[in-house]
T-cell receptor, first 112, second 115 residues
């Protein structure tokens, strides 16, 4: 049973517009959430994280929102750029981040 | 070199071969991890080492044998693998297990194909 779900395998947006990637989780014990980006033939790269004591964390063009009651988080990228085209993974953990549970990923394509 | 380096990048082996995957990190981290990513599946944690001690074995078959001689190096010894073991194997490192808000840093992975 998947504890972290990314229900959209792919997303396509126009350059300059907002990209919204979604992630749902089932384990209410998760209290730390991360987003990773992965280009082909490279390993995942850490993007941004959020702890359950917050509902929003922002870093430049990237903002993560956490809705604990809905067990839902989302990653907003504004404005989207062609270089953002990659697979985005949502991950979650209980307590420390050593045991991450990942979603299957969403392929984002930003069209020029 | 910086970051997390994995070798080889690609490996093709028969089911009776013995091979090893290597991971080295230059980030001064004390925790290291092996993950497996099969097609159309999420990354699955296999092993965790914290200060050279194994702290997690996620029910991994014994044909996968990890080794962590020091905090900078991690190996995955492979023996008598099955075709379903074909996957991308990713190594990661982080500050010591138990420290919050310390993301894991990944290598580029070894693409393993079992014939």
């Amino acid at each position: 049973d998947q504890q972290v779900k990314q229900n959209s395998p792919s997303l396509s947006v126009q350059e300059g517009r907002i990209s919204i990637l979604n992630c749902d989780y089932t384990n209410s014990m998760f209290d730390y959430f991360l987003w990773y980006k992965k280009y082909p033939a490279e390993g995942p790269t850490f993007l941004i994280s959020i702890s359950s004591i917050k509902d929003k964390n922002e870093d430049g063009r990237f903002t993560v929102f956490l809705n604990k009651s809905a067990k839902h988080l989302s990653l907003h990228i504004v404005p989207s750029q062609p270089g953002d085209s990659a697979v985005y993974f949502c991950a979650a953990s209980v307590g420390s981040n050593y045991k991450l549970t990942f979603g299957k990923g969403t392929l984002l394509t930003v069209n020029p | 070199e910086t970051g997390v380096t994995q070798t080889p990048r690609h490996l093709v082996m028969g089911m009776t071969n013995k091979k090893s995957l290597k991971c080295e990190q230059h980030l001064g981290h004390n925790a290291m991890y092996w993950y497996k990513q099969s097609a159309k599946k999420p990354l699955e944690l296999m092993f965790v080492y914290n200060f050279k001690e194994q702290t997690e074995n996620n029910s991994v078959p014994s044909r996968f044998s990890p080794e962590c001689p020091n905090s900078s190096h991690l190996f995955l010894h492979l023996h008598t693998l099955q075709p379903e073991d074909s996957a991308l194997y990713l190594c990661a490192s982080s500050q010591a297990e138990g420290l919050s808000n310390q993301p894991q840093h990944f290598g580029d992975g070894t693409r393993l194909s079992i014939l």
